[in-house]
């Protein structure tokens, strides 16, 4: 029988977090942008890999590469957001100043103040980087490889790209979820529930009719329902495939893809004929986790793209979809990403509790086995 393998402490503890930030997203593959963002030399956008402050950026042949953002000076942070730095990469504490190369190219005052600096040693530290479907990822280890991260899902992955021009990019929601990161994954990945926490949304499906298949490091979820009413959003998709020419019913005479990917360990897609929902989690703290998820979807479902301030629990002020400004209980709105939100929150209240304990996971790949599967993978940094 699968079980759980991580600690209550796992999930509440500053200590294990703190280990987690070390150990796991700072050797791990982080979303970090759009390869559309950064069309032209100089161009470059920001992010941060468990400890490590990074930067992507175009260099002068059109080349991507991945630095730490800090400089090798006194290590302030060189760029900030995204945008073009020009020729240049300028230091703006004390004006050090880099090339797009990453190679030191001049510091001030040099004769007076540093008469013996090689500056061929004093390169920015570089990061490693992989685009795939027109989303960058990048790891803080600069001999990490991309192709054996994102290998394993050849052959089963998403016909979409985001950079398809019949494709129209959304809002972007931010949800504040007062969890774990690891509460949020693991629900994403319990097919036990869906029939019922979700019953009057999704409607299922039952264990026995969905599943999860490991592609390395990254998981992708199929539903093998083909006939329940019930199973509101595999039917419909199933009768939307012959219009776009696309499969997410595994199966089927064409081989199909997944209802969603969970790219380890903190990247989350979520495809339709119609749509691609992209989302990262960016781990606060041991109870706090923010969800940025943004939709890109035809032309003939512009309608459903832009709903942010409709969503249940929309808070004007931070612009963030909180808990707090839920009108009406979670079970009420009609929504399954509230439904799990609710869930997700209250299992963190939960884990608390010093009488908190785990029983037996639902057997098989459609009912909890694979909260095993990625408890191990965390192990495995921890």
Same mark, same amino acid.
């Given at each position: 029988?699968?079980? *759980?393998?991580?600690?209550?402490? $796992? =999930?509440?503890?500053?200590?294990?977090?703190?280990?987690? !930030?070390?150990?796991?997203?700072?050797?791990?593959?982080?979303?970090?942008?759009?390869?559309?963002?950064?069309?032209?030399?100089?161009?470059?956008?920001?992010?941060?890999?468990?400890?490590?402050?990074?930067?992507?950026?175009?260099? #002068?042949?059109?080349?991507?590469?991945? =630095?730490?953002?800090?400089?090798?000076?006194?290590?302030?942070?060189?760029?900030?957001? *995204?945008?073009?730095?020009?020729?240049?990469?300028?230091?703006?504490?004390?004006?050090?100043?880099?090339?797009?190369?990453?190679?030191?190219?001049?510091?001030?005052?040099?004769?007076?103040? +540093?008469?013996?600096?090689?500056?061929?040693?004093?390169?920015?530290?570089?990061?490693?980087?992989? &685009?795939?479907?027109?989303?960058?990822?990048?790891?803080?280890?600069?001999?990490?490889?991309? @192709?054996?991260?994102?290998?394993?899902?050849?052959?089963?992955?998403?016909?979409?790209?985001?950079?398809?021009?019949?494709?129209?990019?959304?809002?972007?929601?931010?949800?504040?979820?007062?969890?774990?990161?690891?509460?949020? +994954?693991?629900?994403?990945?319990?097919?036990?529930? %869906?029939?019922?926490?979700?019953?009057?949304?999704?409607?299922?499906?039952?264990?026995?009719?969905?599943?999860?298949?490991?592609?390395? !490091?990254?998981?992708?979820?199929?539903?093998?329902?083909?006939?329940?009413?019930?199973?509101?959003?595999?039917?419909? &998709?199933?009768?939307?495939? #012959?219009?776009?020419?696309?499969?997410?019913?595994?199966?089927?005479?064409?081989?199909?893809?997944?209802? &969603?990917?969970?790219? +380890?360990? /903190?990247?989350?897609?979520?495809?339709?004929?119609?749509?691609?929902?992209?989302?990262?989690?960016?781990?606060?703290?041991?109870?706090? /986790?923010?969800?940025?998820?943004?939709?890109?979807?035809?032309?003939?479902?512009?309608?459903? $793209? @832009?709903?942010?301030?409709? /969503?249940?629990? =929309?808070?004007? !002020?931070?612009?963030?979809?909180?808990?707090?400004?839920?009108?009406?209980?979670?079970?009420?709105?009609? @929504?399954?990403? /509230?439904?799990?939100?609710?869930?997700?929150?209250?299992? *963190?209240? #939960? %884990?608390?509790?010093?009488?908190?304990?785990?029983?037996?996971? #639902?057997?098989?790949?459609?009912?909890?086995?694979?909260?095993?599967?990625? *408890?191990?993978? &965390?192990?495995?940094?921890?």
């Amino acid at each position: 029988m699968p079980k *759980q393998l991580l600690p209550r402490e $796992a =999930y509440t503890s500053a200590e294990w977090f703190s280990r987690e !930030q070390e150990n796991l997203f700072s050797k791990t593959w982080s979303f970090i942008g759009l390869a559309s963002e950064i069309s032209k030399p100089g161009d470059f956008v920001t992010g941060k890999a468990g400890h490590y402050p990074v930067a992507v950026v175009q260099n #002068s042949d059109g080349e991507l590469r991945a =630095y730490h953002n800090l400089c090798r000076h006194r290590g302030t942070e060189l760029l900030e957001g *995204q945008g073009n730095t020009g020729k240049t990469l300028v230091c703006p504490y004390h004006r050090w100043t880099y090339g797009l190369n990453g190679e030191l190219r001049g510091l001030p005052n040099k004769a007076e103040c +540093f008469p013996d600096i090689n500056r061929k040693e004093w390169s920015l530290k570089e990061a490693s980087i992989g &685009v795939f479907k027109g989303m960058m990822f990048v790891n803080p280890d600069p001999k990490q490889s991309f @192709d054996d991260w994102i290998g394993p899902l050849a052959g089963a992955e998403w016909p979409h790209d985001i950079e398809d021009a019949s494709l129209v990019a959304g809002e972007e929601f931010v949800y504040r979820l007062k969890c774990n990161w690891k509460v949020f +994954f693991e629900n994403a990945i319990d097919g036990y529930h %869906l029939a019922y926490l979700h019953e009057n949304t999704l409607g299922g499906p039952l264990p026995g009719l969905n599943e999860w298949e490991s592609h390395g !490091q990254n998981l992708a979820w199929y539903s093998t329902e083909r006939d329940s009413v019930r199973n509101r959003i595999p039917k419909f &998709v199933e009768e939307q495939a #012959s219009k776009y020419s696309m499969l997410t019913i595994k199966g089927a005479e064409e081989p199909g893809y997944g209802g &969603v990917y969970m790219l +380890f360990p /903190t990247t989350i897609v979520t495809p339709s004929p119609w749509s691609l929902t992209l989302s990262r989690m960016e781990p606060v703290d041991p109870d706090t /986790t923010l969800l940025r998820a943004r939709t890109w979807i035809t032309k003939s479902w512009m309608n459903y $793209a @832009d709903r942010l301030k409709d /969503t249940p629990g =929309y808070n004007p !002020q931070s612009g963030m979809i909180e808990s707090d400004h839920w009108k009406v209980h979670p079970l009420e709105t009609g @929504d399954f990403q /509230t439904e799990d939100v609710w869930v997700c929150e209250k299992m *963190q209240r #939960s %884990l608390h509790s010093p009488v908190y304990s785990v029983g037996p996971y #639902s057997k098989g790949s459609g009912g909890e086995a694979m909260l095993e599967e990625f *408890q191990k993978m &965390v192990l495995g940094y921890l």
